[in-house]
């Protein structure tokens, strides 16, 4: 055997190895030895880092053992081939560093790619502009990567994930960059639509035997080719940075899902009350305008919970302040909705007013709390209150001065915030790379923070609002990362109201929630352009579960509140809200769920139905935990939707028909028509019709059962204050509930610690 260029040093944990220069490629720190840790017996991390992690805050401890199979003996050797092992997995790597990771039952998951990269066609300069002025969107050296890691396809792969990517369910054949943008028309698909607002740079790959998982954390921009260049390889690469990245192996996509997500963290419970309806739209402008906005929500007998409040309750578009002109009492204003079981969230940006007497300015400046030029000058761009500079969010003194602002609202009766623009946007061109963050003494270029800088916006958000309120903060933020979970729901910024936008929400939203982030949403009714009743109608349809319920529209679009139309779509629209009022005690059991799993609240079929081929590219139907199957129609002028409905019994949520799974049908859908479906045996809690969700949850429960070939069924239900974190001293309630096909109930206690129970609980049999 030859010998290699490079030696090992083995630990209990994990194995370090001293490449020399065979690791420039990887690490801006030579000498950094590349680092193959077992954090678990099927989570392998991979890496050459020296810097601290924003998506993993809490560095892992390693419980994985690691075992040498093969090698030359002793602790330092020089060996032509390395085989590691834990309990679950054999990594083998070679003189070059290629690895291959196995299962222990020999099946290669995942292997370097060793052959040969296709190489981009060179275009000259003249050529690009050329294809420029015809309107081609050339991405001439953009993406250039300082290092790839290049993995081989077996060619049956499907890889779901990456964040909110434009673009069907199964990413195969795309290429992305991790790189927040404001994008405010987004192409369905790409080539040339590869960044959106979010960069969450984590893919599962499903194989026909197995399933894997990576999180490739750099944040840096980033490149993901999922096999857009090739047939015979996908690769990940970053344009600066250092290599870090997790492997994880399980039996199902949940597994994978389960373990990224205890690396980066869980969505914590919400508050009850921000999984009920949400109404906005950019343009509301005056306090009577939103009190006959939340009039007309009573007039049309339609729940509402909750009114967002744009940039034009701003004075001057000046964060933490209040126009009052055309808000003279924003208490009162609050009080008033309060009454009415309605709640105000505000719209807060990043980009802060250049001007002299404006608190949050000067604060700014006199303690150097915004990004700076090179020479350290404070820099400065334009964004909605005209020229604006940039707070800092990645030094913690600049986090809790912003956080602490959130009083100012909270004060008022605010009752969440909204994070928007914090890409960071900008109107004056882009910010430039190396525009200066300074930190908590750890200065970083605007390249390195820029896909963070949302991500740590949302979490000053979160840590101020839960410091000044003592309540779970209600936090959305449009840019993300990695972890950005932990302290903020997403929407999916800018859409428009067009078909194709109605149907890309849907795996939008399913590979947001493989990737981590479960309380999402998009713009019901489309935000740019003007919708209409149809495609209103089956967006409310569509969106009915989506975790973050929401309809925003844009100032000069046409208005787009339920009652706009005709009396058919506020029938409609009516019919929906009512629908996901009704099964809110489901939704939130799914919160529990997720918060201890990291099980996202809808998923794609593909989630429970794995060994069946026919979900894998399933774009255009959701599940609801695993009992309830959303098909809705996406499509214009279609009245008749084909569903596939995977093994096992479903009963048709409208005609209770029972239908034996494992095909196709074909479902009559008019206009008022969304099929649901669901799952035989299924116990689905309900609550009576309301109107707003009420603090602590409603007096009643009701126990949708679903019979279909067991005698009895059984559901674990969870029920605490809806609003504190009294729920981690233990107060909260845990039902075990069994019902039978007459009716009968019985209850019995897994937990008990919140004092209210139900007053009255009740089966309903279908
Ligand atoms: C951005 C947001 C949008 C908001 C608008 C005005 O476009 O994405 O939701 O309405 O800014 O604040």
Redesign the pocket.
Known sequence: MPAFPWKYQLSDHSCAIEAGDLLNKYTNCPGTPLQIEAVTDSTLRIHARTQKSFAVETAPSSTGTLQLVEAASGDSAETSVLVLATDSLRITIDDALHLQISSSDGTVLCSDYTGPLQEAESLTEEEIEQMRQEGHVVHAGDDACRFQITKKLFGDEAFYGLGDKTGFLNKIGYDYTMWNT?N?DPHVENPTFKALYKSIPFFIALRNDCVYGIFFDNHFKTNFDMGYSSTDYYSFGAADGELDYYFFYGDTIADIISQYTALTGRCPLPQLWTLGYHQ???GYSSQQEVLDLAQNFIDNDLPCDVIHM??DYMDNYKVFTVDKNRFPDLTALSDILHQKGIRLVT?I?PGTKVENGYHMYEEGIKNNYFAQTPDGEVYENVV?PGDSVFPDYTSSIVRNWWGSQTKFLLDQGISGIWN??NEP?SFRGPLPDDVVFPGDDMPRQHKEVHNVFGHLMAKATYEGIKKNSGKRPFVIT?ACYSGTQKYSTA?T??NQSIWAHLKLSIPQLLNLGMSGMPFVGT?IGG?GSNTNPELLSRWIQASCFAPLFRN?C??FSRCQEPWQFDKQTLDIYRTYVRLRYRFIPYLYDLFYEESRTGMPIIRPLVMHYQNDPEVRECNDEYLVGDRILVAPVTDQGVHVKVVYLPEGTWIDYWTKERISGGKYILRDAPIDVCPIYIKGDSIIPAWPQLDHIPDGGSEELILEYYPASADSSKYVHYQDNGADFAYEAGEYNLYRFRADKDGELSVSMEHEGYEHHYETLRVEVY
Do not use: N, T, V
């Open positions: 404001d405010p906005s739209r950019w744009d940039i719209i940006d909605w928007d623009m946007a449009r929407w910024g800018d713009d935000f925003h844009a100032k």
